[in-house]
Nanobody, 127 residues
């Protein structure tokens, strides 16, 4: 059974940092494309960042200069280093994966393209 598990969420003050991690288990091989989405209260789920097995990275515009998505090649663990956090970054952060194709610039941010999802980890940023 394929499973994604996030960790690392918490509460920080504005300007602080957090590092999220996501571990994929049950996959025969590491998923080709893994990413992070988030959902704030009352808002739709939105893409944050994705990375694939060829080290192509994609970021939503609002986080590009503050967040770094990473994974070791061949690894089943995904990270999201978040710096310069703002109150508007407050959300539940979800790890997502798809195993059969790379991330693409024109669909890395499409939630329906991901087959597997974690349960989410809460991030709260106070002003």
């Amino acid at each position: 059974q394929m499973h994604l598990a996030e960790s690392g969420g918490g509460s920080v003050q504005a300007g602080g940092s957090l590092k999220l991690s996501c571990t994929a288990t049950g996959f025969e091989s590491p998923p080709d494309c893994m990413g992070w989405f988030r959902q704030a209260p009352g808002k739709q789920r939105e893409a944050v960042a994705s990375i694939d097995s060829w080290d192509s990275e994609y970021y939503a515009g609002g986080v590009k200069d503050r967040f770094i998505v990473s994974r070791r090649r061949g690894s089943r663990t995904l990270w999201l280093q978040m710096s310069g956090l703002k109150p508007e970054d407050t959300a539940i952060y979800y790890c997502a994966a798809r195993g059969d194709e790379p991330c693409f610039r024109d669909d890395y941010d499409v939630a329906d393209k991901y087959n597997y999802w974690g349960q989410g980890t809460q991030v709260i940023v106070s002003s």
